[in-house]
Nanobody
Framework: QVQLVESGGGLVQAGGSLRLSCAAS????????MGWYRQAPGKQRELVAR???????NYADSVKGRFTISRDNAKNTVLLQMNSLKPEDTAVYSC?????????WGQGIQVTVSS
């Protein structure tokens, strides 16, 4: 089992920055990609950024150039640096860890960007 705990969310003005952190604990055998997803009110959950165990990344078009995902395999953490935040980035952000048989999810953390 893998437990994921997110931190770093909150309220920020447009143009500001936040850094989200996801700390993983438990058994990590077989964990590959990790990522951040978000869900805004009335919208479906969407992928924000994903990083493989080897460090390959991909991003949603809406956050390219503004967000950066990174990973520390030794510390079992994944970070999401969010710069130049916009009101449309407001959502609940969740961390995910992929194993061959399932995806583990954190409980989610609120990010609110005021205009």
């Amino acid at each position: 089992q893998v437990q994921l705990v997110e931190s770093g969310g909150g309220l920020v003005q447009a143009g500001g920055s936040l850094r989200l952190s996801c700390a993983a604990s438990g058994t990590f055998f077989g964990i590959g990609g990790m990522g951040w997803y978000r869900q805004a009110p009335g919208k479906q959950r969407e992928l924000v950024a994903r990083i493989t165990r080897g460090g390959r990344t991909n991003y949603a078009d809406s956050v390219k150039g503004r967000f950066t995902i990174s990973r520390d395999n030794a510390k079992n953490t994944v970070l999401l640096q969010m710069n130049s935040l916009k009101p449309e980035d407001t959502a609940v952000y969740s961390c995910a860890a992929e194993s061959p048989n399932t995806v583990y999810w954190g409980q989610g953390i609120q990010v609110t960007v005021s205009s």
